[in-house]
């Protein structure tokens, strides 16, 4: 009997291996959800929207805001973060996971021309966007989705929401950015 050639026993063990790679690699992780029973409500009135956020997110309304527009933001940061600079105004931090969700009063933007709106959602796509058009409680959103960043462009409502995160790449702190614009809805 005579056995299989080496080098054929090498490009098999090589193939399976290449296979078992790829196979782990593209298996999604798969993250358990987020428990958002004990989040709190941010809501707005006069603009008919209501968002959740955790407990221990920091909102800002706009008498504290210093951005034009901005009607209010979250700022959360991981307990894990460490701070290097106690300015209470622009606290920073190095080896941060940081969620920012600004949400703006976008008029103007909707004032432009319809072509002028369309050249900037296609540079926002030329710059690795992907776009999507979802209803949320009937209102329709244009979202731009990034590897860290999230645009929602909301015309009826004249809303425009900017979402980042800035991680050492847990999932965790993009998936708790998700939960946040998940949680949206219009009335």
């Known amino acids: 009997m005579r056995l299989p050639d080496k080098k054929i026993i090498v490009a098999v063990l090589l193939l399976v291996i290449i296979v078992l790679f790829y196979v782990i690699k593209l298996t999604p992780t798969v993250l358990p959800s987020i428990d958002t029973d004990d989040w709190l409500v941010y809501q707005n009135k006069e603009h008919g929207f209501q968002i959740l956020y955790p407990p221990d997110a920091k909102i800002s309304e706009p008498y504290k805001i210093l951005r034009n527009n901005e009607l209010f933001s979250i700022a959360w940061v991981s307990p894990s973060s460490v701070m290097v600079s106690a300015e209470p105004m622009l606290p920073s931090y190095s080896s941060s996971d940081i969620i920012n969700i600004g949400v703006y009063d976008a008029e103007e933007f909707f004032q432009r021309s319809e072509e002028e709106q369309v050249d900037f959602y296609q540079a926002l796509e030329k710059q690795g966007f992907t776009k999507k058009e979802i209803v949320i409680g009937g209102v329709k959103v244009l979202q731009f989705t990034g590897k860290t ?39």
């Open 149 to 187: 960043e999230v645009r929602m462009y909301i015309a009826e409502r004249k809303l425009i929401i900017e979402a980042y995160a800035t991680s050492t790449y847990d999932d965790t702190v993009l998936q708790r950015m998700n939960t946040i614009l998940d949680s949206l809805t219009f009335n």
